[in-house]
């Protein structure tokens, strides 16, 4: 069966450092991969999607970057954290006709 | 591009009683409507999901209903228990499959 592993679960990290969450997807190939942020009681905003390795479409303008240097890996990172860059951000991958299967998230605290 | 308009934000309702979270769309050209239940921490749980060629579907006490002439969707709980209490999102496909999602509805049922 398929699942998705996202990691680390919680993380605080100092504005100004780096940042690099993993996403993976176990048990298909080629999935369509998402990154989703979501503000303290807020909706799912689309930051970046791949329809496959090297393919990074991006949403919206900010300072945040993705790669996907494998089939089944996305990674989301940043170069210097803003304290806007909080949130819980979820990572998801999508079926053909299928809807979106969601990690359990990674709650970012930047201080 | 597409938009998810989707109420209330908040929803209070006795154990027992009927719950109805409405959302709204903006392009005729989506076909997949799913539904997903967030719980405080974690990611979204799809729950149940409709296609634009079926008005209704209903999985146990869930029902979701689809009037693509409105462009609306509505979820449908009936005999509420505590453990349906979470944020429910609506979220529709633009025309490149990419989900948008509502804002959200927190639905809290009182025992």
């Known amino acids: 069966s398929q699942t998705i592993h996202q990691w680390p679960a919680t993380l605080v990290q100092p504005v100004g450092s780096p940042l690099s969450l993993e996403c993976t997807v176990e048990?298909?190939?080629?999935?369509?991969l998402y990154w989703y942020r979501q503000a303290a009681g807020r909706g799912l905003q689309l930051l970046f999607y791949?329809?496959?390795?090297?393919?990074i479409s991006s949403e919206v303008p900010q300072n945040l970057s993705a790669s996907r240097p494998q089939d089944r890996q996305f990674i989301l990172s940043s170069k210097k954290l803003l304290l806007s860059d909080s949130g819980f951000y979820l990572c998801?991958?999508?079926?053909?006709?299928?809807?979106?299967?969601f990690g359990s998230g990674t709650r970012l605290t930047v201080v | 591009g597409e938009n998810v308009e989707q109420h209330p934000s908040t929803l209070s309702v006795q154990e027992g009683d009927s719950a109805v979270i409405k959302c709204t769309y903006s392009?005729?050209?989506?076909?997949?409507f799913p539904w997903y239940k967030q719980e405080l921490g974690k990611g979204p749980q799809l729950i149940i999901d409709?296609?634009?060629?079926?008005g209704e579907k209903k999985d146990q006490r869930i029902a979701v209903t689809l009037n693509k002439t409105a462009k609306h969707f509505s979820l449908h709980i009936t005999e509420t228990q505590p453990e349906d209490s979470a944020v429910y999102f609506c979220?529709?496909?633009?025309?490149?499959?990419?989900?948008?999602f509502g804002s959200g509805t927190r639905l809290l049922v009182r025992p």
């Open positions: 998801a991958w999508r079926r053909q006709g299928d809807g979106y299967t």
């Open positions: 048990g298909t190939s080629n999935p369509n």
């Open positions: 791949s329809v496959g390795i090297g393919q």
């Open positions: 392009d005729s050209a989506s076909n997949y």
């Open positions: 409709i296609r634009s060629n079926v």
């Open positions: 979220a529709a496909t633009d025309s490149s499959y990419k989900l948008i």
